[in-house]
C-alpha cells in the first residue's frame, strides 16, 4: 500500500512542476483598477461557491448514503414533492443572482474602462490638482507603437509611467483588431482600426511588467509583447531624456515602413514624432493624397460636397495604391477633403491633373 501511495505521488510531480511556474498577477496586481477588479473576482466567485460547495457536496453524500449495497437507507419510490426543500432550492440562487446581479451594476459603472479615476488606490483620493499622463497606443502587426504627446516622443515595445499618476490611454489599431493588456494594471481593451477606445489607470508600485495582446491577430501574434516600467517622477523624466537624446525622428515615411508586419521587434525609440501622426493613423490617412475618415464624415454630414469642392480631386500617391492592392490598376482620381482644422482652404491636396466629370 505505502508503495502505491508513492507511485501516486509521484505521477502528481508533473502536474505540481508546471503550476510552479504560474505567475499569479491577476490576484496580486500593482495597480488600483486591477485590485479593484481582481477583488471582484474574488467577490463573485464566493458567491458562487456558496452554491457550487453545498451541491457537490450533497451530491457526493447522496451517492454514498443511497448506494446498493447500503441495506439501511430509506427506500420511498413514491415520494415527489416538499415545500421546504423547494423554498431552499430555489431560494438560494436566487438571493444569489440577486447579489451577483447588483454587484455587476454598480462595478460595471465604476470600474469603466473610459470612467476617469477618483482615486489613486482604495485609501488615496486624487488630488485636485493632478493631471493624467496621456498615452496614445497603436496596435501594428506585429509590435506596440506607444505616443506621448506631452513629451513629444514614441516608442515602440516599450510603455513607462510615473508610479501613482493617472494614465489616460487612447488606443487604436493600424490593420486587424487586436487587445491592450497589461494584467497589473488594468483589463484588456480592445484595439480596433479606424476606431478609438480609451483606459483610466494607474500604477500605484515601481516595477517591471508585462504587457501583450490578448486578442489573435495573426502569425506574429505569439511574440506581441511589451515590458511596462512603473517609475517614479524624476525615473520618468530622466528616461524621456534619454528618448530624445538616443531616439530618431518618427516621420510619417518612418511610419510606413514600421506599419509593415514583422516578428518579435525590439524596443526602439523615436526622440520627435510627425506632427497629427496618432490623428492620421486613427483617421486612415497617413500617406499623401488619401481621404480621412473624420473629412469623408463631415462631407457625408453635410450630404455632399457642393460646388465648393467640385475642384477637390486627387490622384493616391504610389504607397497608398500598393498598400491598397491597387498598384496593378490603373490610378484613378477620387474626392479629397474640402478643408480641414489645419487647412482650412482646403489648398494641402496635390496638383489635381484634371477636372473629374
Known amino acids: 500500500m505505502p508503495i502505491l501511495q508513492a507511485k501516486r505521488g509521484l505521477l502528481l510531480l508533473p502536474a505540481v512542476a508546471l503550476l510552479t511556474g504560474c505567475n499569479a498577477v491577476l490576484l496580486s496586481p500593482s495597480g488600483d483598477l486591477a485590485v479593484r477588479q481582481r477583488d471582484l473576482i474574488i467577490i463573485s466567485t464566493g458567491l458562487m461557491l456558496l452554491i457550487i460547495v453545498p451541491v457537490i457536496v450533497l451530491t ?3 451517492a454514498w448514503r443511497y448506494r446498493a449495497s447500503n441495506q439501511q437507507a430509506e427506500y420511498a419510490p413514491d415520494w415527489d414533492h416538499s415545500t421546504l426543500l423547494e423554498l431552499l432550492i430555489w431560494a438560494a440562487p436566487l438571493l ?17 474602462p473610459y470612467r476617469p479615476l477618483a482615486q489613486l488606490d482604495a485609501e488615496r483620493e486624487l488630488p485636485p490638482d493632478s493631471q493624467p ?16 504627446p506631452e513629451q513629444g516622443i514614441a516608442t515602440v515595445n516599450e510603455l513607462a509611467a510615473p508610479v501613482d499618476r493617472p494614465i489616460r490611454f487612447r488606443i487604436t489599431a493600424s490593420t486587424v483588431m487586436n487587445s491592450f493588456f497589461i494584467p497589473a494594471l488594468a483589463g484588456q481593451v480592445y484595439a480596433m482600426p ?18 501583450f495582446s490578448a486578442n489573435y491577430s495573426g502569425a506574429g501574434f505569439s511574440g506581441m ?8 517622477t524624476r525615473e520618468f523624466e530622466q528616461w524621456v531624456q534619454q528618448n530624445k537624446a538616443g531616439g530618431t525622428a518618427l516621420t510619417r515615411d518612418a511610419y510606413l515602413k514600421l506599419e509593415q508586419p514583422s516578428e518579435r521587434e525590439p524596443v526602439r525609440r523615436y526622440a520627435s514624432v510627425a506632427s497629427g501622426l496618432y490623428d492620421a493613423i486613427l483617421n486612415r490617412c497617413v500617406e499623401a493624397n488619401r481621404m480621412c475618415m473624420k473629412d469623408m464624415m463631415a462631407v457625408d454630414e453635410r450630404n455632399g460636397r457642393g460646388r465648393a469642392g467640385a475642384d477637390s480631386f486627387a490622384v493616391p500617391a504610389a504607397a497608398t495604391r500598393t498598400s491598397l492592392g491597387l498598384s496593378d ?9 474640402v478643408c480641414t482644422a489645419s487647412d482650412p482652404a482646403g489648398t494641402a491636396g496635390a496638383p489635381v491633373p484634371e477636372r473629374a466629370q
Do not use: C
Open 60 to 62: 457526493l453524500l447522496f
Open 96 to 112: 444569489i443572482i440577486i447579489a451577483l446581479g447588483a454587484l455587476t451594476w454598480v462595478s460595471t459603472h465604476k470600474l469603466d
Open 133 to 148: 499622463l496621456t498615452v496614445e497606443v497603436v496596435a501594428l502587426d506585429w509590435k506596440w507603437l506607444f505616443f506621448y
Open 194 to 211: 479606424g476606431m478609438e477606445t480609451k483606459l483610466h489607470a494607474v500604477i500605484n508600485q515601481p516595477g517591471i511588467y508585462d504587457g
Open 225 to 232: 509583447h511589451f515590458k511596462f516600467h512603473g517609475m517614479s
Open 329 to 337: 490598376m490603373p490610378a484613378r482620381t477620387y474626392a479629397g477633403p
